[in-house]
Nanobody
Framework: QVHLVESGGGLVQAGGSLRLSCAASGRAFSSAIMGWFRQTPGKEREFVARINWSVSSTYYADSVKGRFTISRDTAKNTVYLQMNSLKPEDTAVYYC??????????WGQGTQVTVSS
C-alpha cells in the first residue's frame, strides 16, 4: 500500500508560480513511477507529468512543457511539481499518483490550484 498526501495548492495570479508537494509513504514506492494529474469539473483527469523514482527521468504533457518541472527528493520521500508562468487554464484540482508505466495504482486526495486572470 502507498499513501500519498498533496499540499501546496492555492490561489495565484496569471504569470505566477506555485510548488506542489506529494509526500509518499508505504512499501515499494521506491520502484514506482510518480506522476501528477489534474482535473476540472466535467472533464476527464488529465496527465501533467511523471518521474521515474529510481532514475529521475521525466516526461511532460505538451500543455505544460517548459513551464512545469517535476522532481523528487528521495530523503524526504516527496515528489514536487514546480509550476511557473501559470495560466488561467491551469486551474484544476491536482492529484499525485503512483504506479507503473502502464497503470496508476494509488492516488492522493488532490489539491486545488486556482489561477486568476
Amino acid at each position: 500500500q502507498v499513501h500519498l498526501v498533496e499540499s501546496g495548492g492555492g490561489l495565484v495570479q496569471a504569470g505566477g508560480s506555485l510548488r506542489l508537494s506529494c509526500a509518499a509513504s508505504g512499501r515499494a514506492f521506491s520502484s514506482a513511477i510518480m506522476g501528477w494529474f489534474r482535473q476540472t469539473p466535467g472533464k476527464e483527469r488529465e496527465f501533467v507529468a511523471r518521474i521515474n523514482w529510481s532514475v529521475s527521468s521525466t516526461y511532460y504533457a505538451d500543455s505544460v512543457k517548459g513551464r512545469f518541472t517535476i522532481s523528487r527528493d528521495t530523503a524526504k520521500n516527496t515528489v514536487y511539481l514546480q509550476m511557473n508562468s501559470l495560466k488561467p487554464e491551469d486551474t484544476a484540482v491536482y492529484y499525485c499518483a503512483a504506479g507503473s508505466y502502464s497503470s496508476w495504482y494509488y492516488w492522493g486526495q488532490g489539491t486545488q490550484v486556482t489561477v486568476s486572470s
